[in-house]
């Protein structure tokens, strides 16, 4: 907004030709969301706890320190939602169609989250809504947001699967993108949410990813860069490095309140609100695969709770103490605070991996 309305007056102040780089707006979008999750949290979380009684449900077979916790408010993503759309509005241009698309995926994907978070604190449990109601949910603002997508991409690349490490080779999935791209978006959706389990875990690689995707919009948005790099040049792209800035100031911001102990949880209105917003920023870029790269500790997180369920069905036994695979090395007897960094390092690895590959063509 600030760039629609401040930019024009370049011509006659000179000042304002900041809000032209991507680069400044976004840094302003980093800012912003982390000084207005700063200042709305202390309140916030203070409002859910006089609204949740005794918060989140606590798992009664989940690692017995988790009981300690009981008492402490979810719907935290709701701080998250608020942050990143001001934030985001306050400093995109807001004629590009992208940002509108991928704000309607987190908002939406939100609000479904709320809904589920609702349900399991008014029913005192872990069922929230029926899991195939939340997914056709889910599906149908995945759909169209791809659908979009499809429409705004220019030419055959908006139906095609770009592939990491090759500098020309893409599939033209047709029609066959639409499921893709939804598998895409609801499955990052999910894959972050199963990660979201102990204090200050799902954050941290989120940030990370949102880092890493912020560089990559910038760079498959600005043509010459993308020229350089031998990636595909996806025309507006660029403005979604906004989104991704504002989404990691306001992880900042909830991390100071969600760091162990944490005050609050973000609930699924963070988590699923937050992993499909990237997994449509993965499809409007064109970096699908890389997504599952940067996001390799969600996809860990993922196949544990899939390997887990399909052993205990078919063998009767389980692979892991626990699953997914943070509560395992719990189990185990590591500290809460040991996991999350571990598997901060190990989400920073795969982002370095994943970013290679913008180079390495």
């Not at 949102?210 to 792209?237: N, R, T």
């Not at 005050?263 to 695969?289: P, Q, Y």
Request: hydrophobic fraction near 50%.
């Amino acid at each position: 907004m600030l760039y629609n309305i401040l930019y024009p007056l370049a011509h006659d102040w000179q000042f304002f030709n900041l809000f032209k780089y991507l680069s400044f707006r976004t840094g302003g979008a980093i800012m912003t969301a982390m000084i207005i999750s700063f200042l709305i949290g202390p309140a916030f979380i203070r409002w859910l706890k006089s609204k949740q009684g005794e918060g989140q449900p606590i798992r009664a077979d989940g690692p017995e320190t988790h009981f300690k916790k009981k008492g402490t408010p979810t719907m935290g993503g709701l701080m998250i939602l608020f942050s990143v759309t001001v934030s985001t509005l306050l400093w995109v241009n807001i004629l590009n169609p992208y940002m509108w698309l991928v704000l309607f995926v987190f908002i939406g994907f939100g609000v479904i989250g709320f809904c589920d978070d609702y349900a399991k604190l008014t029913k005192s449990g872990h069922k929230g809504i029926p899991g195939k109601l939340r997914l056709f949910l889910e599906a149908t603002i995945a759909l169209i947001a791809v659908l979009s997508i499809m429409v705004l991409t220019a030419g055959p690349l908006g139906s095609s699967l770009a592939f990491p490490f090759f500098k020309d080779f893409m599939i033209d999935l047709g029609w066959f993108f639409v499921p893709f791209g939804i598998f895409v978006v609801v499955g990052g959706a999910n894959a972050v949410n199963l990660t979201d389990g102990l204090d200050g875990l799902a954050i941290g690689p989120i940030m990370i990813s949102a880092a890493s995707f912020g560089v990559i919009s910038y760079l498959v948005g600005h043509f010459a860069f993308s020229e350089y790099l031998q990636i595909h040049y996806v025309k507006d792209a660029g403005e979604l490095a906004v989104f991704c800035g504002a989404l990691v100031g306001a992880g900042l911001g909830f991390l100071w309140f969600n760091a162990p102990p944490a005050s609050v949880f973000m609930g699924d209105t963070g988590s699923l609100s937050m992993g499909g917003a990237l997994g449509t920023i993965a499809v409007v870029t064109k970096h699908e695969i890389v997504l599952g790269i940067i996001g390799g500790l969600f996809v860990i997180e993922t196949l544990s709770v899939i390997i887990q369920v399909v052993s205990f069905k078919t063998r009767g036994k389980r692979v892991f103490k626990m699953a997914p695979i943070h509560h395992h090395f719990e189990k185990e007897g590591w500290p809460e605070t040991k996991v999350v960094i571990r598997f901060w390092i190990i989400s920073i690895i795969f982002a370095l991996i994943g970013l290679s590959t913008l180079k390495l063509r």
